[in-house]
Structures are given as structure tokens and as C-alpha cells.
């Protein structure tokens, strides 16, 4: 198996578009649309995140936003390359006033982050100065804190896991019946 073919294989496994569960045409659709509602929502979350942690002078994790959003800008283009669709070309076709708005508005994010980020790295200071600091005096407080930070996060994932395979068990419980309601008929 070559690695462009590994590659491509995997990027389906992720994103498990012509999964079982998915037979209905219009299932699909609506499925991607909320798909990439969410990759939109995660791309203006995480420049706003960039903006707020530039302003309080954190450039590092600017730094790591920015590389987070080239990750999604680059994984999208190289998908849909791969899959022969030009992704600039889909973007030309729809109308130029949406279009040049919404980039507007990642440009601006990202231009102000990247000002505030500089701003900071230049002067040494932030534009807004967060200072909150936590002391926990005694080694033991704070092996206790990152034990028990630790256990309550290992139940919030497990619970998450949980509740993710009773709702498929669920639904696929509830077709089965569906299913069966419709052989008898």
C-alpha cells in the first residue's frame, strides 16, 4: 500500500462519510452541512481565542491558534484537491459581498491578534494586563489538586464514551424495531 493511499484512507476513516448509518441522501447532506457549520464555528472560536490571548499577552498560545487554523485551511484544500474539487473555484461562485464579509471578519480577527501579538512581543507588555495568579502552598495540596483533577477528568471521559455508546446502542435499537415493524406490515 503506498502512502498517498494510507493517507487517503485514513482522512475517510475521520470523517466516515459513507458510513452504514448514513443511507439517506438527504441524511448525508445535512449531516456534512452541520459538519461544516461546526468547522466554521471552530474556525471564528479559535480566532477570537487567538484575539483574547494575544490582547492579555499570550503569545504562545496565539501562536498555537494560528498553527491550528492552518491545519483546518490546509486539510481542507488538500481534501478537496484530492477529491478534484478546487475549493477557490467554489468560493468564486458564490455571491462577492457574503464572500468578501466573512473574510473580512477572519482577516480582522486575525489581523488584530496578530497586532496585539506583536504589540506584546515588541514593548513587553500586553495591550490589557491579566494578572491572576494562584499560589497552593504545601507539596501535598498540590499532589491532591492534580490527583483529583486527574481522576474527575478520566470520569468526565469515561462518562462521555458512555453516554456516546448508549446512544448508538439506542438508535440502533430503535431501527432494528423500525425494521422489524416493517416486515410484519
Known sequence: MTRRKLIDRAAEQMID???????????????????????????????????????FGYPAATIALFLLLALTAGSTGWYAKRRGVDEWELQS???????????????????????????HLIRGEALVPFLFEVEVAGRDLQNFMLTTGLI?????????????AVMVLHHRRRARLREAAEDEE
Request: aromatic content about 8%; glycine content about 10%; proline content about 3%.
Open 17 to 55: 462519510i459513507e458510513h452504514i448509518s448514513l443511507p439517506d441522501e438527504r441524511e448525508r447532506s445535512v449531516y456534512l452541512e452541520a459538519k461544516a457549520f461546526n468547522g466554521e464555528l471552530t474556525i471564528l472560536g479559535s480566532l477570537a481565542l487567538a484575539l483574547v490571548a494575544a490582547v
Open 93 to 119: 461562485r458564490g455571491p462577492l459581498a457574503r464572500t468578501l464579509t466573512w473574510t473580512g471578519v477572519h482577516l480582522a480577527l486575525g489581523f488584530g491578534a496578530w497586532a496585539a501579538m506583536l504589540y
Open 152 to 164: 474527575v477528568t478520566g470520569i468526565g471521559f469515561i462518562a462521555s464514551l458512555a453516554a456516546m
